[in-house]
């Protein structure tokens, strides 16, 4: 069984920093991809990186390019999304997801990825 789970979500003043953690469990495989999504309440989800666990290739979405970086410790299985440079507009319900088989090539989209984490909000103030 699968299992993704996101922590670390949090308040912060805008220009500040915060780490979300995301751990996925039972992908009996390390070709995966892992992908952090966000969204606000009546939104769509939106898509904000990804992380190819066998080779390490990430990509980042436009708004987030340059601020997020993601990093992970292979012996945890743990992928961590670093956040910079916070904005009110980057306050969101955070979500982690993993998919197996899949390449991290672009901007991930909500449908390429069957597991999913609970979320975490993060919220940052002005």
């Known amino acids: 069984q699968v299992q993704v789970e996101e922590t670390g979500g949090g308040l912060v003043q805008s220009g500040g920093s915060l780490n979300l953690s995301c751990t996925a469990s039972?992908?009996?495989?390390?070709?995966?991809?892992m992908g952090w999504f966000r969204q606000v309440s009546g939104k769509e989800r939106e898509g904000v990186s990804c992380f190819r666990w066998r080779t390490g290739k990430s990509v980042y979405s436009a708004t987030t390019q340059g601020r997020f970086v993601m990093s992970r410790d292979a012996a945890k299985k743990t992928l961590y999304l670093h956040m910079n440079s916070l904005k009110p507009e980057d306050t969101a319900m955070y979500y982690c997801?993993?998919?197996?088989?899949?390449?991290?090539?672009?901007?991930?989209?909500?449908?390429?990825?069957?597991?999913w984490g609970q979320g975490t909000q993060v919220t940052v103030s002005s």
């Open positions: 997801a993993a998919q197996r088989w899949l390449l991290c090539v672009r901007t991930p989209t909500e449908d390429e990825y069957n597991y």
């Open positions: 039972g992908l009996m495989t390390d070709d995966y991809t």
